[in-house]
Nanobody, 124 residues
Framework: VQLQASGGGLVQTGGSLRLSCAASGFTFDDYAIGWFRQAPGKEREVVSCISPSEISTYYTDSVRGRFTISSDNAKNTVSLQMNSLKPEDTAVYYC??????????????????WGQGTQVTVSS
């Protein structure tokens, strides 16, 4: 099982980045894919989640309306389009896969697999 996150970088406030998570080694359609982030000195927090088989999505309040998660089941890839970035979005971003449901204002997923992080830095 492998989850490969990419697409991080340095961007100014108000800018955009697109993160990608390439998955392999498991049945992609059976798993929800989530994006998490962890800033220095802070706990890891969930950012967004998508249930590929149901095409339902979840966003934490702080990113709703700015971030968009999408999946390409043919490529086993989940992307996170991040717009209107703020300095408080600065963190290491991780993707993870698990069984469960995410959609609307709910996320009930047990994450079994984790990728390495990709650094996102938003300068003020």
């Amino acid at each position: 099982v492998q989850l490969q996150a990419s697409g991080g970088g340095l961007v100014q406030t108000g800018g955009s980045l697109r993160l990608s998570c390439a998955a392999s080694g498991f049945t992609f359609d059976d798993y929800a894919i989530g994006w998490f982030r962890q800033a220095p000195g802070k706990e890891r927090e969930v950012v967004s989640c998508i249930s590929p088989s149901e095409i339902s999505t979840y966003y934490t309040d702080s990113v709703r309306g700015r971030f968009t998660i999408s999946s390409d089941n043919a490529k086993n890839t989940v992307s996170l389009q991040m717009n209107s970035l703020k300095p408080e979005d600065t963190a290491v971003y991780y993707c993870a896969a698990g069984l469960g449901y995410c959609g609307g204002y709910e996320m009930d997923v047990v994450y079994d697999y984790w990728g390495q992080g990709t650094q996102v830095t938003v300068s003020s």
